[in-house]
Every structure is written in C-alpha cells, then in structure tokens.
C-alpha cells in the first residue's frame, strides 16, 4: 500500500483540492476535506506523459487527480496493464540515441517509399487512367506546345506521308486502334528531336528527319518513342514528380488532380530526363523492332552518336549563352551507355 498527497478536481467546478490518493492492491481510495472516494485501478485512465508535464489519473465520475510520484504512478500502470508500453514511450522520448534512432527510420521509411513506393503508385495511377481522359491530356499538351514554341513542319506532303507510313507500321494494328498519331513540327529551339505525349501521340521534328541518313534510323527512334508511349512513361514521369498529387490520386481516384497536370506537362516534356528504367523500357522495345524488321541495331547507335555529336556542337556555340542547348539527346540521357547497351544487343 502506497498513498501520497496529489491535487484533485471533482470535474464539476474548477476548485482545487489536496487529498491523500492510497493504491492498495487493485484499489484506489481518495481521501480529504468533503472527498471519500473509492475505485477499481482498472476503472482509471492514465494518459500518456508528455515531456514533464505533470501526469494525470482520470477518475470514473469525470474527476481528474494530478500526481509526480513516479513509483506511485509505475504502480497504477502495472496494474492497469500499461506499464511496459508508457515505459517505453517515455525512453524513447528522453533517450537522445533513441531519437536520433527514430528519425533515421523515418528517413529511410521516406526513402524507400520514393524509390519503390512512388514509382508503383505511378505506375497504378497512369495505366487506371481512363483513355478520354489520356486524350485530353495530350491533345491538350500539343496544343501548348504548338502555342509556345513549335510551329508547322516545312516537309514536303510526300515526305511526311511516307514517314507516317513508316509510324503506322511500327504502332501495328494495336496501334491504329489506340488512336496513335504521329505530328511533324519544326522547332529550332529544341533541334533534333522526337517527343511522346499522352494518348500516343508522336512528334518529329523537320531537323531530327534531316539528320537521319536512311529512314531504319528514324524507326528507331519512333519505335522508342512508342515504347515510351506503351510504357506511359510521360504520364508516370510527372506522376512521380508531383508526389502530393500521386497519392491524392491513386488513394482517392480523383482525376482532377491528374488532369490538372496538363498545363505544366509540355514543360516537363522539354526539360525533364526519363528515368533508366524508362529509357532502357524504351530502348528495349526500339530493339525488338528492329530485330522483328532484320533492321540491324547499329542503325539505332549510329543516329544515336550522330544526335550527341550534334548535341556537343550545339553545346559549345550556347557556352556563356542564357539558354543551354538542347536535342533529342537533352531529354535522354547517358547516351555512351545506351550505344553500348544497343551494339552489345547485337
């Protein structure tokens, strides 16, 4: 039996008492001034401790006593089956190694899930996507573009209408089914270059098929613009650089805040660098075409090495400029790797 004096509030009026709080064996009485009270320790609720504020017992009626005997309060927790977990707690919150422990779990909890977690619930949320809501996405963001920085392509007629015969090859009647389209655009500013947008529409650009040597090199790089296309890698790409808005979506199925990112995918379209995931998704499915075709792989290399030579060129004349330069190549990189990626394939 243990008592000790401890503050008391009946919770019914603000006043203050001192009386004698007694545990004996499962039984807490409260003695003092007007106050005669009994109950079962297992009746009570003892709120966690926060920092040294001081601890509080909650009594049945509503009454409320205030208590900073340690053992007395240990005893009252054993009894009520709390001890180990309050314990623990409260270890944990005054042990600095424990701490620093906690938070390097966080750390890594936060880690794993941008690594592993955020690309699975891309992945989800991008390929749940409903195909009219795909649509307006990349119907809108070429719309952008147009707008901002690309105009109409000065290919002959014919030259295009071989090219998108070349594209509707490539796509194959799954393809032709899905809507895939492939858009000629000229864009100095971006130079050489093929974009994906949603809904599986393609663009080139007039200096990407001037700098091919033979049409098997600008398959190439249609069939990796389709495989980001089949892969939705665009779509998984801005997924996963809006975290916030990801798992808003992927949790609540709330589409706006995936159509919303409309307006800002063209940007992400000319700045951003695929993941290697993506990129060797992509490459991998350029490689299956091709070896499907009898083309041979080194086509894909040599336009490939073309690209980040004229990429290096380009480079070099915007040095000290205020825009850097960019190319197909800008928005995919590692290109040494790839080459030789693509020419050990053979």
């Not at 009520?80 to 409260?90: D, I, M, P, Q, S």
């Not at 901002?148 to 799954?174: C, I, N, V, Y």
């Not at 990801?246 to 695929?274: E, H, Q, R, Y």
């Not at 075709?293 to 004349?317: C, F, M, N, S, T």
Request: charged share 20%; hydrophobic share 45%.
């Amino acid at each position: 039996m243990k008592s000790v004096t401890v503050a008391y509030f009946d919770g019914k009026v603000s006043t203050r008492q001192e009386v004698v709080l007694t545990l004996d064996g499962e039984v807490v009485t409260i003695r003092g001034k007007g106050v005669d009270l009994a109950y079962p320790v297992a009746s009570l609720r003892i709120p966690p401790g926060v920092g040294s504020v001081r601890r509080t017992v909650r009594l049945p009626d509503g009454g409320v006593c205030e208590l900073e005997d340690a053992e007395l309060l240990a005893g009252l927790e054993r009894v009520c089956g709390g001890k180990n977990a309050v314990h623990l707690l409260h270890r944990w919150e005054r042990s600095l190694p424990l701490a620093l422990a906690a938070l390097a779990m966080i750390a890594l909890v936060v880690v794993l899930f941008l690594r592993y977690g955020v690309p699975t619930l891309a992945r989800h949320a991008a390929f749940a996507l409903p195909a009219a809501t795909e649509g307006t996405i990349g119907r809108e963001s070429l719309a952008t573009l147009d707008r901002l920085l690309m105009k109409p392509s000065t290919l002959s007629k014919e030259r295009r209408a071989e090219l998108t015969a070349l594209f509707q090859r490539l796509a194959g009647p799954a393809g032709g089914a899905a809507g895939y389209r492939l858009e000629f655009r000229s864009c100095p500013a971006i130079g050489a270059n093929a974009i994906a947008l949603p809904a599986g529409i393609v663009i080139i650009t007039d200096d990407l098929v001037e700098l091919a040597k033979q049409d098997d090199e600008i398959a190439a790089i249609l069939a990796h613009e389709l495989g980001h296309v089949r892969g939705r890698h665009i779509l998984r790409h801005v997924l996963q650089s809006s975290v916030a808005g990801l798992v808003v979506a992927t949790l609540t199925g709330d589409l706006v805040s995936i159509t919303s990112l409309a307006a800002t995918l063209p940007t992400v379209l000319v700045d951003a660098s695929f993941s290697r995931e993506f990129e060797r998704e992509a490459d991998d499915a350029a490689l299956a075409w091709m070896k499907s075709a009898g083309v041979p792989p080194r086509r894909y290399a040599e336009i490939l090495g073309r690209l980040q030579a004229q990429l290096d060129v380009r480079h070099g004349k915007k040095a000290g400029g205020s825009h850097p330069a960019r190319n197909y190549l800008s928005t995919h990189p590692d290109t040494g790797e790839r080459i030789r990626r693509i020419l050990g394939s053979i």
